[in-house]
């Protein structure tokens, strides 16, 4: 049973080194505050015989596992939050899984950290035999004990996981050793089809004959145009596409693999400046090896880089430049299957061989092999008898529905390759049965068995465009995989294929670590991948990728909160995707918090961290298009994108609502792979310059605050009707709420903040739009017009550079410096300005957090000795900056030393030069009356010095202290009857 808690008074840390008539002058008034702040009460969640469910929290976060990254043998310290007070015990319950071994550890109370303890238990060591730790939490209060596991959609979904039960099925999970780039948790990429991003060398444009209705490309990579032969028809069938080189960019593509627009890696490099500004941590290309089409998703040879596009050294120069701007690379890798025109299958042997030599002649130099098919249909042609790719792929002869050939007879036998979904062109590498672990496609792919030696690594296919010095001076960062989960191998006859194979991605995954373990594996991954069906089970598991591309988890349930479609337009899309987890008569609010908390329960926290949040891709109809335009809706997708757990990705030009004139049902590969319209940013005031703003303003967010990037989950909201909906993230630097609004209409929103660890009377400010709200107790009411969304952050932590070039103010602290003991330290912040004349806030805060003063400058006499620091944060009443200053107070304390600025050896100071004990403020050197601070400076409920702000930070806060009284009124009565109150409500922190 559960109830909401009391109020909860937040403790401040305990006193030092006070003159008993000090100390208890300051307890009496700590406890009158405490007693008036709970309207008499001075307890807050107490040990009643009842555990306070709102109040319990875990995830598999940093904060609430340590290690991040456990392993077998190791240690492991998991912890657990409650309201302060609430918990009388409390106990892990653990299942190591692979050595078959449960334990039950009891948990300690570890500190008090603002409203929560904080409970932990610890295991010295893991069975060594374990692969996966399965743990849930019992929670004592008196006689009664309740159960805290992961969850399930059949909870009481507003206390996620607490039952009275003990459950065994909803455990929280860690994967031993399972790792993910510390780079990539939180990162922002952007997606670019090269093709159509910009052309920054036109003189790689090959142009296309008149006649060419195909894109069969014969001619080396040097040549000024590509050979296109013309399937033996007396004309091309109706709704083929003639190839060409489209120049004009607001054309809308044709649909076609042969239409290029000339965009190339040289034109990346041109606009890295446009991507850094705008905030990515790393790009994402679409395929870039040498292929006949624009997508390339075909690949002839993984040797060179497409010379549309550039070429190897186009590649490596882009490679250059994104690192020396400290962003990330990973390039797309298709590994399922190739094109049926390159060196592996060689059909219609466009590698023409010479018949005297046998060298290749009139195509680009790659090794002198034989293909696929040219043993198996045309060796009496070729002079192939044998080819090392022979058994690469599946081939069969007989009468199908169709002319294979082409050639207007659909009766006669044919050959077919099995290819990628059923297409001919692009055949599937058969990469033999797990046992076969040094088949020809494994060893190619990744060194087989030898995959963990460095040198083999380095030399295959996973490893060489990642190492540095071998295929570039330096290595991509990752890849991201084609259709992953097709690869296997063919079983039968007529295609009949085993795929969903994790040893082939497990190999994978060990050469590309074995190269650097901060390199990025992506999976193309549409369903959940913690329950793919198959061999794999569950891709994490298995130990294959780092993080998919998060359709299930992102991509369809926000299309579908927000435009009722789903990635592909389809409505049906949403059924599919809620109704495995979601009640009957569930409201989209409800059905996509409980989707969303799916993800946080069944993947680990690194992964679902690096998990590529996406909007719009290659593959999928454009966002902008789905709402219709309403850039409205547009920015809300991107909120959430910013807002929810994982690593955006952009897909190029969803920035500035791109495909916003389409309608939805338009095929992918024609407005969702339209050019990138650059003339949007000729008129800085329309829509689609102003959302790219907005998009800006979300990326800077995520790069100051931390929470946002791998910060914990909690949802605090959620009203159907109103389609309203708010979450926080916390982690313990800090916490920010984000707040939507889903419908036509203006919503007025009141959420409780108690369970996110600010204070009452917090101040709040939206890090988007700069309102500045202010809490009434723990509530903070929140307006958003129609579709609109805010990001409140404590005013205090605001970041300063979130806002449109050139329109924030300046916030200058003024200088800091040293003052002997008992001077006055002049806080002065007369020097800030703002660009555009307007006249500024201001407001001062010390270390804690606590406000300090409202006015432009603020005296502080009687500062304790040592090092203080300050914070300003000056607003405009939109925009806001802050800037920082300390003081040193007594001339015998050494400031911090700027980086480099050390003492040289020799230069310490001499023995006895140390500040002596005892060198504590004397009773009598309070401030004197008439000091106090003016009405309304004094620092707000809960602003009063403790650290601990949305989860974490703080130590182990152990006391009542208050505000010095001042006068000489004889308060020894009252304060006898206060100190026993106040020593009660420390009963339990010693």
Not at 121 to 127: G, Q, Y
Not at 137 to 161: K, L, N, Q
Not at 735 to 762: C, Q, Y
Not at 871 to 900: F, H, K, T
Request: glycine share 10%; charged share 25%.
């Amino acid at each position: 049973m559960a109830r909401s808690p009391l109020p909860v008074v937040r403790p401040l840390p305990v006193l030092r080194s006070a003159s008993p008539a000090v100390a208890v002058r300051r307890i009496v008034g700590a406890c009158l505050a405490a007693t008036l702040a709970l309207g008499g009460s001075a307890s807050a969640a107490a040990p009643d015989g009842d555990v306070e469910w709102d109040g319990i929290f875990a995830d598999t976060t940093a904060a609430f596992v340590e290690p991040a990254t456990p392993v077998a043998g190791g240690p492991l310290t998991l912890r657990l939050r409650a309201w302060a007070d609430d918990l009388t015990g409390a106990t892990c319950k653990l299942f190591y899984a692979g050595a078959d071994a449960q334990a039950e550890v009891p948990m300690r109370r570890e500190r008090q950290d603002g409203p929560f303890d904080i409970w932990s238990c610890t295991v010295d060591a893991i069975p060594a035999a374990a692969g996966e730790v399965y743990y849930r939490f019992a929670v004592t209060d008196g006689d009664d004990t309740d159960y805290y596991d992961a969850g399930t959609p059949d909870d009481d979904w507003t206390v996620r996981g607490m039952s009275d039960e003990d459950r065994g099925f909803f455990d929280f999970r860690i994967y031993l050793g399972l790792t993910t780039p510390a780079w990539s948790q939180g990162a922002t990429f952007y997606q670019i089809f090269p093709d159509r991003f910009f052309d920054g060398a036109p003189a790689n444009n090959r142009q296309y004959p008149e006649d060419c209705f195909w894109y069969l490309d014969f001619a080396p990579a040097d040549a000024d145009a590509p050979e296109c032969e013309p399937y033996v028809v007396p004309e091309p069938p109706a709704g083929w596409k003639t190839c060409a080189i489209v120049e004009d960019w607001s054309i809308l593509p044709n649909g076609g693999p042969c239409d290029h627009f000339g965009g190339d890696l040289p034109g990346v490099e041109q606009k890295l400046t446009y991507l850094d500004d705008l905030g990515i941590d790393a790009v994402y290309l679409n395929p870039v090896f040498r292929s006949p089409s624009n997508h390339k998703y075909d690949t002839m040879t993984y040797d060179v880089v497409d010379p549309r596009f550039g070429g190897t050294g186009a590649l490596a120069s882009l490679t250059e430049a994104v690192h020396a701007r400290d962003l990330r690379i990973i390039v797309d890798g298709v590994f399922n299957h190739v094109s049926d025109l390159g060196e592996h299958f060689n059909w219609r042997q466009n590698y023409a061989r010479d018949a005297g030599s046998g060298a290749i002649t009139g195509v680009d130099p790659y090794p002198e092999t034989c293909g696929a098919w040219e043993v198996f249909f045309a060796s009496s042609e070729s002079g192939c008898q044998d080819s090392p790719y022979s058994e690469w792929f599946q081939i069969w002869v007989g009468i199908d529905d169709y002319d294979v050939d082409r050639d207007g007879d659909d009766s006669e036998p044919a050959t077919h390759t099995c290819g990628w979904a059923g297409l001919e062109f692009m055949p599937d590498i058969d990469y033999r049965p797990p046992q076969e672990a040094d088949s020809g496609p494994r060893t190619w792919l990744y060194g087989g068995s030898r995959a963990g030696e460095p040198d083999v690594a380095r030399r295959s296919l996973a490893g060489k465009w990642l190492a540095d010095g071998v295929m570039m001076p330096r290595g991509l960062d990752g890849w991201r995989l084609d259709v992953p989960d097709n690869a296997g191998w063919f079983d039968g006859d007529r295609c009949q294929k085993t795929a969903t194979d994790p040893t082939i991605w497990q190999g994978f995954r060990q050469a590309v670590k074995t190269v650097g373990e901060d390199k990025y594996i992506s999976g193309e991954i549409w369903t959940d991948a913690s329950e793919t069906e198959g061999l794999a089970g569950d891709w994490f598991r298995q130990r294959t990728y780092d993080a998919v591309m998060n359709y299930h988890y992102f991509g369809t349930p926000v299309s579908c909160l927000i435009t009722g479609l789903g990635v592909h337009a389809d409505p049906a899309e949403c059924r599919d995707a809620f109704s495995a987890m979601t009640p009957d008569q569930a409201t989209p609010i409800d059905a996509f918090d409980k989707h969303m908390a799916r993800q946080r329960r069944v993947y680990p926290a690194a992964v679902y961290f690096a998990n590529q949040n996406l909007l719009s891709s290659h593959d999928s109809a454009r966002f902008a298009s789905r709402v219709s335009g309403d850039h409205r809706k547009h920015r809300l997708g991107m909120f959430l994108q910013a807002a929810l757990p994982g690593a955006p990705m952009i897909y190029y030009g969803d920035e500035v609502a791109h495909g916003e004139d389409a309608p939805p049902a338009q095929a992918s590969n024609e407005r969702g792979r339209a050019a990138m319209p650059w003339h949007v940013f000729d008129d800085a005031d329309a829509p689609p310059a102003q959302t790219r703003e907005y998009q800006r303003s979300l990326l800077c967010l995520r790069r100051e605050i931390a929470a946002l990037k791998t910060g914990s989950f909690i949802t605090l909201h959620t009203h159907n009707i109103d389609a309203t909906y708010a979450f926080a993230r916390f982690d313990p630097q800090g916490v920010a709420i984000a707040v939507i609004n889903n419908s036509d209409g203006a919503r007025r929103i009141e959420l409780d903040l108690r369970r996110t660890g600010l204070p009452a009377d917090s101040r709040l400010v939206d890090g988007i739009g700069g309102g500045q709200l202010t809490a009434a107790g723990h509530v903070v009411t929140v307006d958003l017009e129609a579709f609109g969304s805010a990001l409140l952050l404590p005013e205090a932590d605001a970041p300063a550079a979130c806002r449109a070039p050139n329109r924030a103010p300046l916030a200058d602290a003024g200088p800091g410096g040293m003052v002997e003991a008992g001077a006055v330290v002049t806080l002065d912040g007369s020097a800030s300005s703002d660009p555009d004349g307007a006249p500024l806030d201001y407001a001062w805060y010390d270390a804690a957090g606590a406000l300090l003063s409202r006015d432009v400058a603020v005296n502080l006499p009687d500062l304790p000795e040592g090092r203080h620091d300050f914070a300003l944060v000056v607003s405009d009443g939109v925009y806001r900056a802050r800037a920082e200053v300390s003081w040193v107070v007594g001339q015998d304390i050494e400031p911090e030393p700027e980086p480099g600025m050390e003492p040289e050896p020799g230069m310490e100071p001499e023995p006895g030069m140390e500040p002596e004990p005892g060198m504590e403020p004397e009773p009598g050197q309070e401030p004197e009356p008439g000091m106090e601070p003016e009405p309304g400076q004094e620092p707000e409920p809960g602003q009063d010095g403790d650290a601990g702000v949305g989860g974490g930070g703080g130590g182990a806060a152990t006391g009542c202290t208050v505000s010095t009284p001042t006068g000489d009124t004889p308060l020894w009565p009252l304060a006898g009857l206060l100190v026993l109150g106040c020593l009660g409500r420390m009963r339990r922190r010693g």
